[in-house]
């Protein structure tokens, strides 16, 4: 970098965001970009570490500290800085087989661990990230690569979502014949109906299913895995198969009154909404227009149902979270490069405190049960309060409620529609350091292996699961010949 204090010298500043008051009428984006002054300035903080901890990509107490996909950020954040922007997509397309997915659902643990934060703030790595890939897109950069030779192998990846889409890339490009299906009507998995479109805009995913469609790989959409087609038919026209199927099975909240009408699981409101903005022809049978909402849990997919209802025009939304609020500085238990716990305005609290005067938040609330009407519909909640780790007593509430929204995470693998699979832990079960399943030849990768996770970790999963793969066929060619 130019000077070894700009770290220091410039502080750290947030890509700009639609105002709320304007962006809660539409389903548009609502991040603003750099202009390319700023890009350079920000990327100029960047400390070019000996040791960059922003890509060591591992779990550290209970969270990811850098980057899973161990992007080379220095070197990227050198070249734009630079003005070297192709340079820059270069090295960022290097590692990331989907940077325009990352740089706007992922939470950026690369920022927590980055090294610039401990005497003064984390480089703005993710809007960096973002500039580039979009830049590339709008140049003409990102061009189809069609694979040099096809290897004669046919492989059948189930599910499109990120873990799915990264390993149907990577085998493309090793010269395989992969085939993705989809049970759905469009392709994507949750980057398509699982975030809202102000987060991701679906142009964006179709954009790049379009991009892998040129370069050879095979889209199969409406076809459910299991049901429509078996793993062993699948087995008898593939040489190898690729469950990528998700980790969907919502954790349920099983107490009294949950039967009522107008208690559902974030996810299926969400990929309701997000069909019906895409296609208004598909009723929204999940509609908070004129409700009052409550959403149950404080993670990710909460905010997501807290942005949705106010842009339906919610009555009112309160958000339950059994933890206490975020401190606004690290704690001494919460040390660097771990990625910081620490209180932080989202773009749908942002917008609930516009709309509505105050955070949606509320702390420490336990359900104790729905209440309903004489039409099983359900029309508020009880819950308790709570201070941990102190003798006050427990305070009683009721909440008015006419749509409850569950968000409290997954559990594991939706269906058990592959019997012949084990199973560990609510997950497909893998050999050990393997992404093979009991069964030979077929594999999996994503949160249906690991669990719930973050993009970059179903990213980096699909990347090595076409790896064995790739080694599996390699070692059954030299049996062959053998």
Not at 418 to 430: D, E, M, W, Y
Request: hydrophobic letters at 35%; one cysteine or more.
């Amino acid at each position: 970098m130019s000077q070894s204090t700009e770290f220091i010298d410039i502080k750290r500043r947030n890509a700009k965001e639609r105002p709320p008051v304007e962006r809660v009428n539409d389903w548009s984006e609502y991040q603003q970009p750099f202009t390319e002054k700023k890009l350079k300035q920000q990327a100029s903080r960047c400390m070019d570490c000996g040791t960059p901890f922003c890509q060591m990509g591992t779990i550290l107490s209970t969270g990811t500290s850098g980057c899973p996909l161990y992007n080379l950020i220095p070197e990227w954040n050198m070249l734009v800085h630079q003005g070297k922007w192709y340079e820059a997509f270069q090295r960022l397309a290097k590692t990331n087989n989907f940077p325009e997915f990352t740089a706007r659902a992922c939470p950026a643990p690369c920022e927590g661990s980055c090294t610039a934060g401990v005497p003064s703030e984390p480089v703005t790595i993710k809007s960096i990230e973002k500039a580039i890939i979009d830049r590339a897109f709008l140049e003409g950069w990102v061009k189809p690569r069609k694979p040099l030779r096809k290897t004669g192998h046919k492989i059948a990846v189930i599910g499109s979502g990120p873990a799915g889409l990264t390993a149907a890339d990577d085998l493309n490009q090793l010269g395989h014949s992969v085939t993705v299906f989809e049970r759905e009507d469009r392709f994507g998995g949750l980057l398509m109906y699982g975030i809202p479109n102000m987060k991701i805009d679906k142009k964006y995913v179709e954009r790049r299913i379009e991009l892998l469609k040129q370069e050879g790989i095979e889209f199969r959409a409406n076809i459910h895995v299991g049901i429509d087609l078996s793993i062993e038919e699948l087995q008898q026209n593939f040489d190898t198969v690729l469950l990528c199927i998700g980790a969907e099975q919502p954790r349920e909240l099983p107490i009294e009154g949950r039967h009522l009408k107008g208690i559902y699981h974030a996810m299926d409101y969400l990929m309701t909404s997000t069909k019906h903005y895409l296609d208004p022809d598909v009723s929204c049978d999940i509609n908070a227009e004129g409700k009052k909402v409550i959403v149950i849990g404080g993670g990710d997919t909460g905010a997501d149902c807290v942005a949705t209802a106010i842009r339906q025009g919610c009555k009112s939304v309160v958000q339950f979270g059994k933890h206490g609020q975020l401190p606004l500085e690290r704690q001494p238990g919460n040390p660097w490069p771990e990625n910081p716990a620490i209180f932080s305005l989202d773009y749908a609290y942002e917008e609930a405190l516009t709309i509505f005067g105050e955070d949606p938040r509320q702390y420490f609330i336990q359900t104790q049960s729905f209440v309903g009407n004489d039409q099983d519909e359900v029309i508020g909640l009880r819950t308790v309060s709570f201070q941990p780790n102190t003798a006050l007593d427990q305070t009683e509430n009721y909440w008015d409620a006419d749509l409850v929204l569950i968000a409290i995470g997954f559990e594991g693998v939706k269906e058990d529609i592959f019997p012949t699979i084990q199973r560990s832990q609510k997950r497909i079960a893998t050999v050990t350091n393997s992404f093979q399943t009991s069964q030979d030849g077929v594999f999996a990768a994503g949160d249906a292996r690991r669990g719930q996770s973050l993009i970059v970790w179903a990213i980096q999963e699909g990347k090595k699961a076409a790896i064995e793969i790739d080694r599996y066929l390699a070692s059954k060619e030299i049996k062959q010949t053998v």
